[in-house]
């Protein structure tokens, strides 16, 4: 018997040895990992009401802050077109996060598409409590749950709007005491004019109606978008650049020790998003940052809590319904969840951020525009599992790993003066 193992661990071992001469008798080289690679920057252009920038929102929706203003910002923003809201859960559940999508959007007067999107993560068995306890052994929540709260105390969170399989309509009765009159949300029930019967759906046909032309805010956990690659692998190919919250690259996370909230709730679907090869690769964008950014939670912690006085001007001039909002959701302090704004506003400005990565504000490298590292995620189920990894700039990742660009630093007054505040107001206030 000891004979025979012996004998195919050779004929294995010999293999192996034979197909990497071939692999080199074709003349294919080896690529290696430590080599360096040089620091390409780009200088993307704002878009402008002339020519604005096509946009679609995948959330994991919460009313004002931090999902709901980020897309006021891009509702309301005149060179943003906004093509749709695809709600994926994450903060909430994916009912309750269309409910709050709709009643801001309702709020504001808008006729944006919403799209019910996935329920449970690449892993659906994380909405079993029996399994969230084994996980919590090694990996353990350590304040924000979001909507496996469902899960990681289900005696608590019983109620509908935490029920992953509730529909949208009972639990916006449930939150808000009326019935929905919004006649734009589409599901697998209820597909739109052109047939889009989900998130994904919706995600895949407008890729492919505007190739190149569609910027990804991805603001929730990536369970949405990564069903659409494995739906269309090319759908990435199609996206001309995807910006992401999530991550927490050089600090402590929010949901485990390790791990931000958006990645620790999907951990495989951000994996299989950053490896994700976004864009016109040869692009200049492509080249300097993957057509990838990253806001994490490292610009947020430097950005801090919005600034009171704005928030009470901006209170005091937002629309009726968004005001509501506000003082039910913050009273009269001005809240300090300000995530997804930031991501948010980089699209709409991209110069909005003053140092990238590790850098601090006034390195050189921070006036030479955009540029990335090679990131990536860990998805195994081990006290690291949704922990965020930046290698070292100029070096290349594991083989698989793609470049994106981190935000760390944002001009902080023109973020709330000159693009959140602007797009909050209602322009009857005016």
């Known amino acids: 018997m000891l004979k025979t193992a012996i004998k195919r661990t050779l004929i294995v071992l010999l293999s192996v040895s034979l197909m990497c001469q071939a692999v080199m008798a074709d003349g294919i080289q080896i690529e290696k990992r430590n080599s360096t690679d040089p620091i390409v920057f780009a ?16 959330t994991d ?32 559940s994916m009912p309750n996060g269309v409910s709050s ?22 892993r659906p068995y994380r909405v079993n409590s029996e399994y969230m306890d084994a996980e919590e052994t090694f990996a353990p929540n350590i304040s924000w749950g ?20 509730a ?8 939150k808000y005491g009326e019935s929905p009159a919004y006649e734009y949300v589409y599901g697998l029930d209820n597909p739109d004019a052109e047939g889009n019967r989900d998130a994904v759906d919706f995600l895949i046909s ?22 659409a690659i494995l739906e269309d692998p090319s759908f990435p190919s199609k996206i001309k650049e995807i910006v992401y919250m999530g991550g927490s690259f050089y600090q402590e996370g929010n949901a485990s020790a390790v791990s931000e909230f958006n990645w620790w709730a999907d951990p495989d679907a951000a994996k299989m998003c950053v490896r994700a090869s976004w864009g016109n690769p040869e692009s200049e964008t492509g080249k300097a940052y993957g057509n990838q950014i990253i806001s994490g939670l490292e ?11 704005v928030y009470e001007k901006m209170v005091e001039d937002t629309y009726p319904g968004i005001r509501e909002l506000f003082i039910e959701k913050n009273g009269d302090k001005a809240p300090s969840n300000i995530w997804d704004v930031i991501a948010a506003a980089q699209i709409i400005d991209p110069s909005i951020t003053i140092a990238w990565n590790d850098h601090e504000v006034g390195d050189e490298t921070s006036v030479q525009g955009v540029f990335g590292v090679y990131v990536d995620v860990d998805s195994e189920m081990t006290p690291d599992y949704g922990r965020s990894i930046a290698y070292k700039e100029g070096r290349l990742g594991p083989v698989g790993t793609k470049k994106a660009a981190i935000q760390n630093y944002i001009d902080v007054d023109r973020f709330w003066n000159e693009i959140v505040y602007p797009a909050m107001v209602d322009p009857e206030n005016k």
């Open 206 to 227: 407008m890729a492919n109606k505007y190739p190149g032309e569609i910027t990804l805010l991805a603001i929730g956990p990536c369970t949405n978008i990564a069903r």
């Open 43 to 58: 200088n993307p252009e704002a878009p402008t009401a002339e020519n604005p920038q096509k946009v679609i929102i995948d």
């Open 146 to 165: 979001g909507y496996l709260r469902y899960s990681l105390d289900p005696e608590k969170y019983n109620t509908i709007d935490m029920d992953p399989y």
């Open 167 to 174: 529909a949208w309509q009972d639990v916006y009765e449930y």
């Open 61 to 92: 929706m919460v009313e004002c802050f931090d999902d709901g203003v980020a897309m006021i910002l891009m509702d309301k923003t005149p060179s943003i077109e906004l093509l749709g809201v695809t709600v994926v859960a994450g903060n909430s």
């Open 299 to 309: 610009v947020s912690e430097h950005a801090g809590a919005m600034p009171q006085d």
């Open 101 to 122: 999508a709709v009643r801001q959007l309702e709020a504001i007067g808008s006729d944006t598409p919403v799209y019910e999107g996935s329920r449970v993560g690449m």
